[in-house]
């Protein structure tokens, strides 16, 4: 992974590739540090500016070269637009843009500062750690598959970062949240490579695999703070539990079911409990509702909530929340065949609730209600499941907002703030109990499809609601934000976007 680090150094001195500094839209640079870079450079910056009609638009970039009259080879202004529009998540963008800039640029070695702080209040610590967030993540590429030329040949890499500061404060808050930065997007890059490795990889025991290896004894953070254990539910202690709705979606496919508690326990005893509940479909071809071919392009990501799971845990020994974690996900691929389960069956899940399977396309519920029971049994305070679950979610709220659906609103209120802070998009839709009706069955308590088009996302929701009790509880449907077909920012590439790890991190550190 590319070096961050932070110096308590005068940024102008520093030998590098590329040097990078920021101007405010309409700003002047008599003052600062892009004042005294112009100095140096005889006023050819302020030429510069002129001559790109430059005007520090939010990511408006301009490079050129020093020609050695500095000790860095080039020199960057980036635009951070409008100083009232200013905050963290826009400092996130920033950070990506740098990235991505200075990548182009070809540069090794790039020196910058800690854009903003004092804006709008914004301190050194949260400053490092958004810059931090949008660098890592913005740098992430997905090239495991690509072949030997491309390797060799395009794959080049900013090396280092520097972030020069002159207060010796701010250069320690800066590095605590830098180090917080690295944590997170560790745990985010994993979430993403396991939704973007192909599904004939990506099968339901590699999955509950990597899960297990967070738990190996030995693995360094296991013995610095709080530590991962892991309990695995092969198929057949799913069936001893009682778990016939998540094992018949697996039942068309070659690849048996298996299910995953990960735990993690504070150093501390801790009297709150919390359980993250991720889908965990490998591939979802539709089973016999087939999926026509476009629809089933992207799926191999519909094991995303999961992959935020393993992502979180990832990342958990290292932040040290004080609150009990637990983990869950039944990880089934959806698939075809002469043993698949059929529209008309009827399933029993683990909390005795029957269910009349209408579509095997509806499979991501199914194999939650087992879940969810499960989960249930725990007793926690609060419960969270994440699931790339409705279409219907994707054309309610578009790519770039997941639903937050709940029973609780203290709980609500509480993602909404962390999701913001984070800068993952969430949006609530209301679990309205009328539309009950809309899932009844003939032949069975509830049925797995709703009323034809009207209000996917919350049918499936209330689906949900029969196996959760009275536990304060949360279903985010992740269908939008989990997969980027399009890049709609700077701190997403193309694929897995590991939507919901620093969420649930600022949520579980924030009790
Ligand atoms: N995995 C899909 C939902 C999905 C769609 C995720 C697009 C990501 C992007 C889910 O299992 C599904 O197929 N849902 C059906 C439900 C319907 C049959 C009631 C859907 O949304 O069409
Ligand atoms: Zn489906
Ligand atoms: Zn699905």
């Not at 839209?25 to 001559?51: D, F, P, R, W």
């Not at 790519?399 to 962390?418: E, G, P, Y």
């Amino acid at each position: 992974m590319m070096n961050i680090s932070i110096k308590q150094a005068q940024v102008i001195d520093q030998p590098c590739d590329l040097l990078v500094l920021s101007l405010f839209q309409s700003t002047t640079i008599t003052g600062g540090v892009v004042g005294e870079l112009n100095k140096c450079l005889e006023g050819a910056l302020a030429q510069a500016i002129k001559q790109d009609r430059f005007e520090g638009k939010f990511g408006e970039w301009l490079i050129f070269p020093t020609f050695g009259k500095m000790k860095a080879k080039k020199i960057a202004l980036i635009g951070l637009g409008d100083r009232s529009a200013f905050d963290l998540d826009a400092l996130r963008k920033i950070g990506a843009h740098i990235l991505r800039r200075s990548r182009e640029a070809k540069a090794e070695r790039v020196t910058t500062i800690l854009h903003g702080v004092g804006t709008a209040g914004l301190l050194a610590r949260d400053v490092a750690q958004a810059l931090g967030e949008g660098m890592w993540l913005g740098a992430y590429r997905f090239h495991t598959y690509k072949g030997v030329n491309f390797k060799k040949k395009e794959q080049f890499e900013v090396r280092e970062i520097l972030i020069c500061e002159t207060e010796r404060v701010k250069v320690v808050a800066g590095e605590r949240g830098m180090a917080e930065a690295r944590v997170l997007s560790e745990g985010v890059m994993l979430a993403r490579d396991l939704v973007n490795t192909p599904s004939m990889e990506m099968t339901p025991s590699r999955l509950a695999e990597v899960a297990q290896s967070l738990a190996r004894p030995g693995s360094p953070p296991a013995r610095r703070a709080g530590r991962i254990s892991v309990q695995m539910l092969s198929a057949a202690k799913m069936e001893k539990l009682g778990m016939r709705a998540a094992l018949v979606v697996a039942q068309g496919s070659q690849h048996p079911a298996v299910g995953v508690h990960l735990i993690y326990r504070p150093k501390q005893k801790s009297k709150k409990k919390i359980v993250i509940i991720g889908k965990a479909v490998t591939f979802d071809s539709g089973g016999l509702s087939l999926k026509p071919a476009d629809g089933m392009m992207a799926m191999k990501c519909d094991m995303a909530g999961a992959a935020t799971v393993i992502g979180l845990f990832q990342a958990l020994p290292k932040l040290a929340p004080h609150v009990e974690v637990h983990g869950i996900f039944l990880a089934v691929e959806n698939m075809p065949s002469g043993t698949a389960y059929r529209p008309g069956d009827v399933v029993k899940a683990m909390n005795g609730t029957t269910i009349e399977v209408l579509n095997t396309d509806a499979e991501g519920r199914v194999t939650l209600a087992d879940a969810l029971s499960y989960a249930s049994g725990l007793k926690p305070d609060a419960m969270i499941d994440l699931a790339t679950l409705t279409g219907a979610c994707v054309v309610a709220l578009g790519d770039d907002l997941s639903a937050i659906m709940s029973n609780d609103r203290k709980l609500t209120d509480r993602l909404l703030a962390s999701a913001k802070e984070a800068g993952e998009g969430l949006w609530e839709l209301p679990l309205f109990q009328p539309y009950q009706e809309l899932i009844k069955s003939k032949i069975a308590d509830i049925k797995n499809i709703g009323g034809g088009r009207s209000a996917g996302a919350i049918t499936a929701g209330l689906f949900l609601s029969h196996f959760v009790g009275k536990i304060p509880w949360a279903h985010l449907d992740i269908a939008g934000p989990a997969y980027a077909e399009k890049e709609t920012r700077p701190d997403i590439s193309y694929g897995g976007t590991g939507y919901g790890v620093r969420l649930l991190a600022r949520y579980l550190q924030g009790l």
